[in-house]
């Protein structure tokens, strides 16, 4: 059956952190014909509404965006032609049938409709498979599609960012063409599911490593095939700890040998995450580290459900708990909060579902990451603490590490270990001066650094090359047009962000 396609007469949208709003063409829903239940049929039939509507676009020369929760603070999502509301669309297909060469477990396998949350799947693999993902961005409430087409990273020293654990995507590029695409070098799934699908199949590593990181722009990511691991546990901890030369060398350089970390000795952390209050130093940085475990460890104890900060909140979501609690988040204010509730905490163990939550912040906080190498990070993080000095901004600098990612235009693509430097503060125009005073610096000192897509950002197609270089940046054009093989279906993918970045 059809899927059912329902237009708004919203002229109007507005993304989920309510940083702007765009005026538009069309607003249409989409659902599976059946919603409640995953069927191979069922999703080939979606398949073709969503061919329709790329036709429809093409015949009305509208240009046309795929929307999943609207997570994004720039415009990646935005058009002021056709938006295509997939967030329903959640059927969800576990263990597919396997490549004969895929050297991993059929079992690890989940193929997901483009708009599960993140939430979503972390609770379905908890309950239906026994599996987690290897890692998530902090903040669950994007899409899966939406989470990996800006390149959310990862939170963890031993993985890399969202899009590494996609093994495979289903494109819909055109009213007659739809292609499943994976890695020629990691062939993962049995050739007769894109025949079932009626997918063209493509294995080939330039074009899957562009298409992760597509800023919605690659065509209508249907599907997305997820590598998950067998459950398991986190034990967390987090201390307030003095910035002694030990803790800078732990955040500059991953080194961990001249300092105690909260937690059994002796053991390298699976997460370690920093928050820095610029504007409250003498009681230390909030470090929360946790160790992974298979099964919850002796006397540990599980998360508060109830409690407003969980152990795995990013910098952002910890302003906009404290927004909530006042209307106008002074700095004095803020300290005070953020002493109160982002307390310490020892032995707390759950799954990562559980330590890293769904996200409610909404429109009271704004935030920018940087993507820095190691060796640059106490540069970038004294940097932003001397512009504190001169321009004090209500928000917090707080520090992640991944692995780099194999995605073209991945922000965390900085070897051999990414730092994500979060700046999170109220939601104010000086938040948002505070941080382009900080890139400004970090460029002026020629600190490298990339910019997350889909937090603030001032990009430019100048900035862009400097900062990925022009055969990152080519490649990731080339292999755009390899799929949007006409110039009116790539004008129909592209919006003003795109144009903006000098990647249309």
Not at 103 to 124: I, K, P, T
Not at 146 to 168: C, E, K, P, W, Y
Not at 171 to 180: K, T
Not at 247 to 263: C, N
Request: hydrophobic content about 40%; some cysteine.
């Amino acid at each position: 059956m059809p899927p059912i396609i329902h237009p708004s007469d919203q002229k109007q949208w507005q993304n989920w952190h309510e940083t702007y709003s765009q005026k538009l063409e069309l607003l249409v829903d989409v659902w599976n014909a059946n919603a409640s239940q995953s069927t191979t049929e069922g999703y080939a039939d979606t398949t073709r509404g969503l061919q329709e509507l790329i036709a429809k676009a093409l015949w009305e020369g509208q240009e046309l965006r795929a929307l999943g929760a609207g997570w994004s603070f720039s415009r990646a999502p935005a058009t002021s032609g056709i938006l295509v509301n997939t967030k329903p669309l959640n059927y969800v297909f576990p263990a597919p049938r396997t490549h004969p060469s895929y050297a991993g477990s059929r079992e690890d396998l989940l193929f997901v409709q483009c708009g599960n949350s993140v939430a979503e799947l972390n609770h379905f693999l908890k309950a239906k498979m026994g599996k987690a993902l290897p890692t998530s961005g902090a903040s669950n409430g994007q899409t899966i599609a939406g989470a990996i087409a800006t390149g959310t990273h990862g939170s963890t020293l031993d993985f890399g960012a969202m899009q590494d654990f996609v093994a495979g995507l289903h494109l819909v590029v055109s009213p007659e063409r739809h292609i499943w695409l994976e890695r020629a070098s990691n062939p993962t799934i049995n050739d007769d599911v894109p025949q079932k699908l009626g997918a063209e199949l493509i294995r080939d590593d330039a074009l899957f490593n562009a298409a992760l990181v597509s800023l919605g722009s690659f065509g209508i990511v249907h599907g997305v095939l997820l590598v998950a691991e067998d459950l398991y546990y986190l034990q967390a901890y987090r201390h307030r700890m003095p910035l002694t030369e030990g803790l800078w060398r732990a955040m500059d350089q991953l080194d961990f040998s001249g300092v105690q970390l909260p937690g059994p000795a002796g053991q390298r952390p699976y997460h370690f995450q920093v928050v820095i209050n610029p504007n409250d130093l003498e009681g230390g940085a909030y470090v929360t580290v946790m160790y992974k475990h298979a099964q919850p460890p002796p006397g540990s104890k599980p998360p508060s459900p109830g409690s407003k900060l969980t152990q795995g909140d990013s910098a952002l979501e910890i302003v906009g708990v404290l927004t909530d609690m006042v209307s106008d988040l002074t700095i004095p204010v803020m300290s005070k909060l953020l002493e109160r509730f982002y307390g310490e905490f020892s032995n707390v163990a759950g799954t990562p579902g559980e330590l890293f939550t769904d996200t409610t912040t909404r429109g009271k906080a704004l935030g920018s990451a940087l993507g820095i190498p190691l060796g640059q990070v106490r540069r970038a993080v004294e940097t932003a603490m001397a512009i504190n000095r001169e321009y004090a901004f209500p928000g917090l600098l707080a520090l992640r590490y991944t692995l780099p990612s194999k995605a073209t235009l991945a922000f965390t693509h900085h070897a051999p270990m990414t730092c994500v430097l979060d700046i999170d503060g109220a939601g104010s125009a000086r938040t948002k001066t505070f941080c382009q005073k900080v890139w400004q610096q970090l460029t002026e000192r020629q600190v490298p650094y990339t910019l997350h897509w889909g937090k603030l950002n001032d990009l430019d197609g100048a900035r862009v090359r400097s900062m990925y270089g022009p055969e990152r940046v080519e490649s990731w054009r080339k292999a755009r047009a390899a799929l949007l093989t006409s110039p009116e279906l790539r004008a129909a993918f592209t919006n003003d962000y795109l144009r903006t970045l000098g990647l249309a």
